[in-house]
Antibody
Framework: EVQLVESGGGLVKPGGSLRLSCAAS????????MNWVRQAPGKGLEWVSS????????YYADSVKGRFTISRDNTKNSVHLQMNSLRAEDTAVYFC???????????WGQGALVTVSS | QSVLTQPPSASGTPGQRVTIFCSGS????????VNWYRQLPGTAPKLVIH???KRPSGVPDRFSGSKSGTSASLAISGLQSEDEADYYC???????????FGGGTKLTVL
């Protein structure tokens, strides 16, 4: 069964850092683009970042560029999102999702809640 | 403000057909395929339509998608209470060089 499981969410103070992980099973992360999509409380979906199958290409939304870093660990078949200089507006559930092309995301992980508050 | 525009709410009675619309521009819906997601409260989004009109395995044929120009739609026929959820459209945006989503439509089954 193809599955994604996120971990690493939690409460962090403004300006702090947090690292999210996404463990994949049922497929190899090097064969797909892997993405992070977030959803602020009561709001819609916002794409955050993606990493290509070869890891040669990484992309970020303007809202997180320069603060977030996406990476892949092939030995653990996982993807990570290092989040630095966190702001209150980064508070959201962060979903990991496999990309099948364009805006085709399937499956999605269960999500990890990140709360940025003093 | 979302790049793609969806009505915030839609409703129907059991057995009815409901259509949810998604409006974009030439840089996204007009030039790329549209995908639709369904999200139940407190859960992750789930793909219900990909590539404008294709249903993933396991999605009932009551769900259908279409696209024309810079607009797309998701139709649900034979509405059931379990269809009550939030629905999001998505498309790649050539100007932003990334995927964009609609603001979501909350479907209520009366």
């Amino acid at each position: 069964e193809v599955q994604l499981v996120e971990s690493g969410g939690g409460l962090v103070k403004p300006g702090g850092s947090l690292r999210l992980s996404c463990a994949a099973s049922g497929f190899t992360v090097t064969t797909f683009s892997m993405n992070w999509v977030r959803q602020a409380p009561g709001k819609g979906l916002e794409w955050v970042s993606s990493i290509s199958g070869s890891s040669e290409n990484v992309y970020y939304a303007d809202s997180v560029k320069g603060r977030f870093t996406i990476s892949r660990d092939n030995t653990k078949n996982s993807v990570h999102l290092q989040m630095n200089s966190l702001r209150a507006e980064d508070t959201a559930v962060y979903f990991c999702a496999r990309n099948r092309g364009s805006s085709w995301f399937d499956p999605w992980g269960q999500g990890a809640l990140v709360t940025v508050s003093s | 403000q979302s790049v793609l525009t969806q009505p915030p709410s839609a409703s129907g009675t059991p057995g009815q057909r409901v259509t949810i619309f998604c409006s974009g521009s030439s840089s996204n819906v007009g030039s790329n395929t549209v995908n639709w997601y369904r999200q139940l409260p407190g859960t992750a989004p789930k793909l219900v339509i990909h590539s404008n009109n294709k249903r993933p395995s396991g999605v009932p044929d009551r769900f259908s998608g279409s696209k024309s120009g810079t607009s797309a739609s998701l139709a649900i026929s034979g509405l059931q209470s379990e269809d009550e959820a939030d629905y999001y459209c998505a498309a790649w945006d050539d100007n932003l060089n990334g995927p964009v989503f609609g603001g979501g439509t909350k479907l209520t089954v009366l």
